[in-house]
């Protein structure tokens, strides 16, 4: 078939026309799209897909679906613990310097048992580097812990130096545990179970001997010592003649009243008398014979008459012959009997 371009402008009347018209729309387009390109920002043109590169480049390969797979790993993954509490002006006072107190976790529960900021006291370092150990070792809060360490340095160190020795242990019946006050079940929380309290006992000296607190053998001025060292450092001092609970040991906490209310009960008894003996005394040598020393008691005149007069009747009692007669006194007692 041939054409021309005559008989394509008769065929087509606006050919011309047409093919001018087509080109300036193509330019015009361009024009906008270049125009577009250059106006978009950076991070816009790094999302979008240029409409030539799809054209005439190489497929792309998709990328991986990693944004969608998170959360799920996200939510299959435990949650992370919880950060710890930076430490309390307590726990960065109570260095090894002075106390081997390492941290321990809080505790919480059962019911209002358990305490915060708690630490497992272990010794106390003296001034001069010994140590006292604390047997066995003591969990308690750190506020209690730091005047317990306060209390065997400043108070008990010196007092072991005047007796002509040092403090080796303190000897601990019972710190932290969950009960009732006096181990009485469904009374009130007692502060043992709030991890601030202590029961002690006595003091171990490095020459063998012992401060026991409760102990009357021991001198009455050294107890009274103890007593008010106690006393002044801790909110409650419980000891022998308290409550009846607290004769062999004494219980100190730092339990917080209205006012800043303190309890301090323990009466320092005097020691206990010297018991008779149950057996009389010996005879001296120098003493007289027990049958001397009865006829001297009877030779003397008036105050010794009537003990005389018994004695003479033993005598004549005595003197009667023994024979085997009938006594009739003791018959005719019996004949009047039976009448």
């Known amino acids: ?34 125009l577009c390109v250059q106006t978009e920002p950076a991070a816009a043109r790094r999302h979008t897909h240029n409409l030539w590169d799809d054209l005439f480049s190489e497929p792309r390969p998709r990328p991986r679906r990693a944004a969608a797979d998170k959360p799920a790993e996200q939510a299959s993954s435990p949650p992370a613990p ?26 919480k529960g059962p019911g209002e048992c358990g305490g915060e900021d708690l630490v497992r006291l272990e010794a106390v370092v003296l001034p001069d580097k010994r140590r006292v150990s604390v047997k066995p070792a003591a969990i308690m809060r750190c506020a209690m812990a730091s005047q317990i360490v306060d209390w065997i340095r400043i108070d008990m160190a010196p007092l072991a130096t005047s007796l002509g020795s040092v403090v080796s242990d303190l000897n601990n019946l019972d710190s932290f ?16 179970g709030r991890a601030n309290a202590l029961d002690v006992h006595d003091l171990k000296l490095a020459n063998g001997q012992s401060i026991t607190f409760t102990d009357r053998t021991v001198p009455r001025d050294v107890r009274e010592t103890v007593l008010h060292s106690m006393c002044a450092r801790f909110t ?9 609970y607290h004769e062999d040991h004494i219980h100190l906490d730092l339990m917080e009243r209205h006012n800043n209310y303190k309890i301090c009960q323990w009466n320092v008894w005097d020691p206990l008398p010297q018991i008779a003996p ?13 049958e001397l020393a009865a006829k001297s008691e ?23 012959p023994a024979t085997g007669a009938t006594k009739p006194p003791t018959k005719k007692r019996r004949e009047n009997r039976r009448f």
């Open 236 to 244: 409650t001092v419980l000891g022998p003649g308290s409550d009846g």
């Open 298 to 320: 009877a030779v003397k005149p008036d105050a010794a008459k009537p003990d005389a007069a018994k004695a003479d009747a033993a005598k004549s009692d005595a003197s009667e």
């Open 177 to 192: 545990e969950c009960r009732g006050r006096n181990g009485i079940a469904g009374a009130k929380m007692s502060e043992h």
């Open 278 to 290: 149950l057996l009389p005394a010996e005879r001296p040598e120098e003493a007289p014979p027990r």
């Open 82 to 107: 919880p950060a710890p509490p930076p430490p309390s002006a307590c726990r960065l006072a109570l260095t090894d310097a002075i106390a081997i107190a390492p941290s321990i976790p809080d505790i």
């Open 1 to 34: 078939m041939n054409s021309s371009v005559q008989k394509a402008s008769r065929k087509w009347p606006y050919g011309g026309f047409g093919s001018a018209a087509a080109a300036i729309m193509v330019t015009a387009v361009t024009t906008l799209i270049l």
